[in-house]
């Protein structure tokens, strides 16, 4: 039973690796696109690291594995934050949808907040 639990659980962080990865490649701006990866290291390395602790040889093995996770977690939100802080700093603006249908702002694409081009 524990390897059924153990399998599913490495599968479904795979899966959030995967659907991680497509948001990557298939979001549009900076911003949705850390956000996509904010996911994959809350839910697919859970998930990665709680499937192995359940196969872990001892206690102290599956503890270390689970300390992974917060530790992970915590790199990837001051990460995240440096990067869309740098990133509204220098100007880049967020994706606000079909620039073609939006009006005015279709006249300031591609200038970000000092009016640089």
Same mark, same amino acid.
């Given at each position: ?48 690291? @709680?499937?192995? *602790?359940?196969?872990?040889?001892? +206690? =102290?093995?599956?503890?270390?594995? %689970?300390? &992974?996770? $917060?530790?992970?977690? @915590?790199?990837? *939100?001051?990460?995240?934050?440096? +990067? =869309?802080?740098?990133?509204?700093? %220098?100007? &880049?603006? $967020? ?23």
């Amino acid at each position: 039973m524990i390897e059924i639990l153990s399998g599913s659980l490495l599968l479904a962080g795979a899966f959030f690796y995967l659907a991680g990865t497509v948001g990557l490649l298939r979001f549009p701006d900076l911003y949705t696109r850390l956000h996509a990866l904010a996911k994959v290291d809350n839910l697919g390395l859970g998930c990665i690291v @709680v499937g192995l *602790a359940l196969q872990a040889e001892s +206690i =102290a093995v599956a503890l270390k594995l %689970l300390l &992974i996770w $917060p530790l992970a977690l @915590v790199a990837s *939100a001051a990460i995240g934050y440096v +990067i =869309a802080r740098r990133a509204d700093t %220098l100007g &880049i603006a $967020p994706w606000r949808g079909d620039t073609e249908s939006v009006g005015p702002a279709a006249a300031t694409e591609g200038t970000n907040k000092r009016g640089d081009t």
